[in-house]
T-cell receptor, first 107, second 116 residues
Framework: KNEVEQSPQNLTAQEGEFITINCSYS?????LHWLQQHPGGGIVSLFM???GKKKHGRLIATINIQEKHSSLHITASHPRDSAVYIC?????????FGQGTRLTINP | NAGVMQNPRHLVRRRGQEARLRCSPM?????VYWYRQLPEEGLKFMVY????????ESGMPKERFSAEFPKEGPSILRIQQVVRGDSAAYFC??????????????FGAGTRLSVL
């Protein structure tokens, strides 16, 4: 079993839809990253959290440490949100990554 | 405040040559992480360095790969005698400290290594 499981692996939605990407992990963590990888390959750190919820614009990330689960939500999705979203829980010194969720938002 | 700078962006090497990938962390960051992304695969941790120290190299292949982060200058990931299987995107990230709340990692644009 992988240490980090993301679901779904692929997600296609229409512009405006509410998007949820899930991440379950088995490693012990100090904090968890959510990353966005653009079609061109660049990586942007969206969030780092260890408890509760964080919000940035239309993006919301939540984490439940007891259940070892995190979710990334996108409200009012837009075609420019199309990317691969990667969950990365981390122990003291390194991150372990999920395979990513490929999100496509159609206009 | 410039972000994490990686160079070159693209690197082509023939089998058996050496590849040197450079990473300059964000100003004020003393922690550097190297990750590899093989084609159609996820990101994998390679090595974690602080200035002049390798903290965790558990993700580094046992042979041909080495990394350093000298007191002055960029971090270097060095691959000797490259093989086709080394073709991948190599990403560097930096942070102000260990993986703790608030110490978000900032990623460079990556170096895409192609081995012919």
């Amino acid at each position: 079993k992988n240490e980090v499981e993301q679901s779904p692996q692929n997600l296609t939605a229409q512009e405006g839809e509410f998007i949820t990407i899930n991440c379950s992990y088995s490693v012990g963590i100090s904090a968890l990253h959510w990353l966005q990888q653009h079609p061109g390959g660049g990586i942007v750190s969206l969030f780092m959290l260890s408890s509760g919820k964080k919000k940035h614009g239309r993006l919301i990330a939540t984490i439940n440490i007891q259940e070892k689960h995190s979710s990334l939500h996108i409200t009012a999705s837009h075609p420019r949100d199309s990317a691969v979203y990667i969950c990365g829980p981390g122990g003291a010194q390194k991150l372990v990554f999920g395979q990513g969720t490929r999100l496509t938002i159609n206009p | 405040n410039a972000g994490v700078m990686q160079n070159p962006r693209h690197l082509v090497r023939r089998r058996g040559q050496e590849a040197r990938l450079r990473c300059s962390p964000m100003k004020g960051h003393s922690h550097v992480y190297w990750y590899r992304q093989l084609p159609e695969e996820g990101l994998k941790f390679m090595v974690y360095l602080q200035k002049e120290n390798i903290i965790d190299e558990s993700g580094m292949p046992k042979e041909r790969f080495s990394a350093e982060f000298p007191k002055e200058g960029p971090s270097i990931l060095r691959i000797q005698q490259v093989v086709r299987g080394d073709s991948a995107a190599y990403f560097c990230a930096s942070s102000p400290g260990d993986i703790l709340p608030g110490n978000i990692q900032y990623f460079g644009a990556g170096t895409r290594l192609s081995v012919l």
